[in-house]
């Protein structure tokens, strides 16, 4: 069983679409992250909150909007996504933005775009 | 720039035989690395990590890994293979520096067990 929840775990939508992906935790971390994974490639790093502010956006298109309600959600919205944003999406949270302290990765949503 | 390198994308063993991921990582600064394994349909469950307190790592189900600096290595080893081990595994470093807490990953090694 992981301890990041993700939902949901897959979502089919078309490029006109609004939708949002959902991360939780309640291990009371305060680093929170977005990866982006395609077939066979490791994860990629999209977004980075560290006690709920944003610290790191790698250059991701602005079709994606992360938000951070609170320390223990992360959403993703996704609007006029394109066929190549299909991928698996995962969530990592860790007890501090530190780099000895390992990411816990959620199962993630697998997104599918029309 | 640190980087992380697997050798092999795929490697497979016999149920019973040793299993030896690689990885070699470049880093100017000592390192921090870990090694994540992947079911399929899953996301990424930490195996093992390594934070200067030991060089020789256990982690969880069977499998343990060595840092070696002169080889700049980490790699992965579990004594006998199991059917269940069957699944990706990305070795990552991350680096002091500032804060920074990113992880860099290898490519991954596929790993199959035949029975």
């Known amino acids: 069983d992981t301890e990041v929840t993700q939902t949901p775990k897959h979502l089919v939508m078309g490029m006109t679409n609004k939708k949002s992906l959902k991360c939780e935790q309640h291990?009371?971390?305060?680093?929170m992250y977005w990866y982006k994974q395609k077939a066979k490639k490791p994860p990629e790093l999209m977004f980075v909150?560290?006690?709920?502010?944003?610290?790191i956006n790698e250059s991701v298109p602005s079709r994606f909007s992360p938000e951070c309600p609170n320390s223990s959600l992360l959403n993703l919205h996704l609007h006029a996504l394109q066929p190549e944003d299909s991928a698996l999406y995962l969530c990592?949270?860790?007890?501090?933005?530190?780099?000895?302290?390992?990411?816990?990765f959620g199962d993630g949503t697998r997104l599918s775009i029309l | 720039a640190q980087s992380v390198t697997q050798l092999g994308s795929h490697v497979s063993v016999s149920e019973g035989a040793l299993v030896l991921l690689r990885c070699n990582y470049s880093?100017?600064?000592?390192?921090?690395l870990f090694w994540y394994v992947q079911y399929p349909n899953q996301g990424l469950q930490l195996l093992l990590k390594y934070t200067s307190a030991a060089t020789l790592v256990k982690g969880i189900n069977g499998f343990e890994a060595e840092f070696k600096k002169s080889e700049t290595s980490f790699h992965l080893t579990k004594p006998s293979a199991h059917m269940s081990d069957a699944a990706e595994y990305f070795c990552?470093?991350?680096?002091?520096?500032?804060?920074?807490?990113?992880?860099?990953f290898g490519k991954g090694t596929k790993l199959s067990v035949k029975p």
């Open positions: 291990m009371g971390h305060r680093a």
């Open positions: 909150y560290s006690y709920e502010k944003l610290s």
């Open positions: 990552a470093v991350s680096v002091n520096g500032g804060s920074q807490g990113n992880l860099i």
């Open positions: 990592a949270s860790s007890q501090g933005y530190r780099t000895e302290q390992p990411q816990h």
């Open positions: 880093s100017s600064v000592p390192p921090y």
